[in-house]
């Protein structure tokens, strides 16, 4: 399971900003890319089963989705997933969803119709707003 393997990177960066530095931990935020294929509902329990048994113990935290951002690099357009693939099929869909820099081989610009589109948000699992 590749929530697990996400849980242990996110616990093992809030245990490093806490020994970094020499504060404790109350709060802290995980925000999960709309097109990282993780489950939420498991990362959010990984992630819990393994504060309780490390010394961040009570820690409370909160897991959000960030919604993917696709921009052309020709006119600057910025685009949702959805609108990005709006044209494509079901099958095509899931293909960029799985390996989102295929989007460029698949979907074109809405406004200047260049295939030159690059995934800037949504890809990646980040641990903001760690509150001391
Ligand atoms: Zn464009």
């Not at 931990?25 to 489950?39: I, W």
Request: charged share 25%; glycine share 8%; hydrophobic share 40%.
């Amino acid at each position: 399971m590749h929530e697990y393997m996400v849980a242990d990177g996110v616990v093992a960066s809030v245990l490093r900003y806490a020994s970094e530095s020499g504060r404790s931990v109350r709060r802290f935020k995980v925000v999960v890319g709309e097109l990282s294929m993780l489950d939420r509902q498991i990362l959010s329990e990984a992630i819990k089963g393994l504060l309780e048994k490390s010394n961040l113990k009570g820690v409370e935290f909160s897991v959000e989705t960030e919604p993917a951002k696709i921009i052309c690099g020709i006119c600057g357009n910025i685009m949702t997933f959805e609108e990005a693939t709006s044209k494509l099929d079901e099958s095509e869909k899931e293909v960029v969803h799985f390996i989102p820099d295929l989007i460029s081989s698949y979907s074109t610009c809405g406004r200047c119709g260049s295939m030159d589109l690059r995934v800037v948000a949504g890809r990646w699992v980040e641990v903001k707003d760690v509150v001391p």
